[in-house]
């Protein structure tokens, strides 16, 4: 298989032009090591080394301030969050030499959200985020999908309807790069060893966690109920987790990137909306998996099916949201009175655009009425336009504002 192009290089290379340090993290598997890789023999030269290797490991480990000063820069230091006490020591260099593009790092834990390393390097580093393949990246294609959602004369590109069985196959398939030549067999198998290496080694090292056999049932009973706003008292009371430990367990599952936290979209000018997030699993592969979801019943079984499309689309537009230059914000909204919309995408200049998610080709006036909510409330100056994605072919209005786009617009 040829190289996949990232649609998240030119902001690195961005980055790299104008900040100390770039810290990549994403799940395991993801690509990272590959990704910098090819910027360290490419567009920004650097040394690369790597906290896999346990001879690197000890020499960074026993004398950190010594690693980062003998080390010849640019470098490229993979699997940073394996020895976090070098974090400290790159500090010291960057606040003695400010220029761009000297450390790229790369973690497959959230290591910037530990205390100690935020306050270390706040203003020093800027984090990016590498999903797993979008199907817009293994199509080859730039799709722009968030761009022209936020913007109020763009339509959809031209793409073509999804037949269920293609539909099932990309949910089933995923992104991540070990597994899109594999059969549907072999990729089950990967995925469960996938699994159980984050929570024997990611989570161990990034923890004492004394019972980690219970974070499978965990991710499965995030994974069945994905398409609403937590319920912490639910999730616990079905896995046997007390309220406190499960706070715990969901910011160690961030932290290893096995779910996305979906924060709920909120405004003064509707009332009793819901503050709790929803969490999305990192990859449809992955949450098939969870759910025991194989081609055969997803095609048999429209409700579960539409469940699996939900998290795919919210999945692939966080890929684009990563990769966009809009720095838009991706969220949710419910209210009280049950008022929905899937995902809400919002800009940096306050537009916004709602967006629906169906598995059935059939489209009714009645799929807009959420988005027609949300239009009336926000009116014409922050709401951009309501889109309902759905596998036909056709761009079809339903209302001002509101349209039916073909879900292939994210990858065509």
Do not use: C
């Not at 593009?101 to 205390?115: E, K």
């Not at 009116?379 to 339903?398: H, I, N």
């Amino acid at each position: 298989m040829p190289p996949i192009k990232r649609e998240i290089t030119p902001r690195l290379l961005e980055t790299l032009g104008d900040t100390p340090a770039l810290m990549l993290v994403g799940p395991r598997q993801a690509g990272k090591s590959t990704l910098v890789k090819e910027l360290a023999a490419g567009s920004h030269p650097a040394r690369y080394v790597s906290l896999d290797d346990l001879r690197t490991l000890a020499a960074a480990r026993e004398d950190p301030v010594g690693f980062i000063e003998a080390i010849e820069e640019p470098i490229v230091i993979d699997e940073i969050q394996r020895a976090p006490e070098l974090l400290l020591p790159i500090k010291a260099a960057i606040d003695d030499d400010r220029r761009p593009g000297r450390f790229i790092l790369t973690g497959s834990a959230q290591v910037m959200l530990l205390p100690t390393v935020s306050e270390s390097l706040a203003g020093r580093v800027e984090v990016h985020t590498l999903w797993p393949f979008s199907q817009a990246e293994i199509e080859g294609v730039d799709a722009r999908l968030v761009d022209r959602l936020l913007d109020p004369q763009a339509g959809p590109s031209d793409a073509p309807a999804v037949p269920r069985r293609e539909l099932v196959e990309r949910l089933v398939r995923g992104g991540f790069p070990e597994v899109l030549a594999r059969s549907s067999a072999r990729r089950e198998v990967w995925i469960d060893a996938y699994l159980t290496a984050v929570v024997q080694r990611d989570l161990h090292d990034l923890a004492n966690i004394e019972r980690l056999a219970e974070v499978p049932a965990i991710l499965a009973s995030l994974a069945a109920r994905a398409r609403a706003p937590l319920n912490k008292a639910d999730v616990g009371s079905s896995v046997g987790v007390p309220r406190t430990s499960l706070n715990r367990y969901l910011a160690l599952l961030e932290h290893v990137f096995l779910v996305r936290r979906l924060p709920a979209w909120h405004t003064n000018r509707i009332k009793q909306i819901t503050k709790s997030p929803k969490f999305l699993i990192s990859d449809s592969a992955v949450l098939a998996r969870l759910l025991r979801a194989d081609a055969g019943r997803l095609t048999e079984d429209p409700t579960l099916l539409g469940s699996l499309v939900e998290g795919f689309v919210g999945m692939e537009l966080a890929k684009q949201v990563a990769a966009s230059a809009r720095r838009a914000s991706l969220m949710h909204m419910r209210t009280a009175k049950g008022v929905e919309v899937d995902f809400v995408l919002e800009g940096p200049d306050g537009r916004l655009a709602g967006v629906e998610v169906k598995s059935s080709a059939t489209i009714r006036a009645e799929d807009f009425r959420h988005l027609a909510a949300l239009r009336d409330r926000l009116g014409e100056d922050r709401f951009t336009k309501g889109v309902v994605l759905y596998p036909g072919a056709e761009r079809l209005p339903f209302g001002d504002r509101l349209e039916a786009w073909p879900l292939a617009t994210l990858w065509a």
